[in-house]
Each structure stands twice: as structure tokens, then as C-alpha cells.
């Protein structure tokens, strides 16, 4: 059934694109095996969200989400990860200006057979994301807790200048 609004069916398109991808897992695989599909199947990002749509956030489909913001002292990353169990689940290490965050995520009902999961959106398995800091912070005062499926980590600025060591791991207080 084609949508009476074109952004309509471009989005139902997209959807499609995203179940393939689940199959699949891989995307190298489906070009492989369907080398004529259309790119847009083939990426992360719906074609609606562009550099020129509005509202367009690059971000949008990495995983974990997250904010960064800076108060007086400190530079602050909140990333959205629900369902972590304990900190083993998750690494943090921090570079004079990179925070690398890689964990994962597994959920109690990972089991259910296909024909009974009627819908999977929440992110489960492996993740790992890499975030360029706007200034640089100093590795080894570094704070990190979750609370609530939020990962708060607080990295105090570095008013001196960038140093050029290799970062260090971070501890979470969960």
C-alpha cells in the first residue's frame, strides 16, 4: 500500500531497509547478495536526513546517544545506555581529547524465538563509539557513574593544554 505523502513513503522505504539490515546483520552481505538494491537500503542514515534537511542530526543513529556539555570545571558526556547489568559491562577510557566508550548490552529475553518477538527496537549486543572532545581534559581526573540507564561521565578541563599521552581507563561507580 503506497502512502498518500511522499516523505511517507520514503520513511516506509527506510523501515523496509532497517528490517533488511536486521535480517542481515551485515551489509556487506545484502550488497553481495542483492547488488542491484537501492543505496538508500543500504545506509545508516534515512534519506530525509540530510546535511540540508532540517533538524538534520548526524548522530542520529550511533549508539549510545549522547550529550556533551561543559560547566566551569568540567566537560560532561551523559550517554543514554539502558540495560546494563554491572560495570564489567562497560569500559570507558579517556584520551586528552577522545572519551572511547565499548561495552555490551544483553538482554534477559534475547531468546525469544522470531515468530514471538513482535517488535525490537532496543539496542542489545555490542557497541562501541568513539567521541572527539572540544577541548582538551585531564585523563587521570575522571568520573564516571550510572544511574537510571544514563552513563554520566564528568572529565575535568585541562586549563593547562593538551598533554600528548595515551588516555587511561576510567571506573564507574554503578
Do not use: C
Request: hydrophobic share 35%; proline share 7%.
Amino acid at each position: 500500500m503506497m502512502a498518500n505523502n511522499p516523505m511517507d513513503y520514503l520513511k516506509q522505504l527506510e523501515q523496509l531497509g532497517e528490517q533488511i539490515r536486521q535480517m542481515f546483520g551485515n551489509q556487506d552481505l545484502m550488497k553481495n547478495m542483492m547488488p542491484n538494491m537501492p543505496d538508500f537500503l543500504n545506509t545508516a542514515q534515512p534519506m530525509w536526513n540530510t546535511p540540508h534537511a532540517p533538524g538534520f542530526n548526524s548522530n542520529k543513529w550511533q549508539f549510545p546517544h549522547v550529550d556533551l556539555y561543559e560547566t566551569a570545571n568540567d566537560l560532561v558526556a551523559v550517554l543514554e545506555v539502558p540495560g546494563l547489568q554491572s560495570a564489567s559491562d562497560v569500559s570507558i577510557s579517556v584520551d586528552v581529547q577522545k572519551l572511547y566508550i565499548k561495552g555490551s548490552i544483553n538482554r534477559s529475553y534475547a531468546n525469544i524465538p522470531r515468530n514471538q518477538l513482535h517488535l525490537s527496537e532496543l539496542h542489545q549486543g555490542v557497541f562501541e563509539r568513539e567521541i572527539s572532545l572540544p577541548l582538551p581534559v585531564l585523563r587521570d581526573e575522571v568520573r564516571a557513574e550510572y544511574r537510571n540507564g544514563l552513563l554520566n561521565i564528568m572529565m575535568r578541563k585541562d586549563l593547562r593544554g593538551p598533554e600528548q599521552s595515551r588516555g587511561n581507563t576510567v571506573s564507574i561507580d554503578f
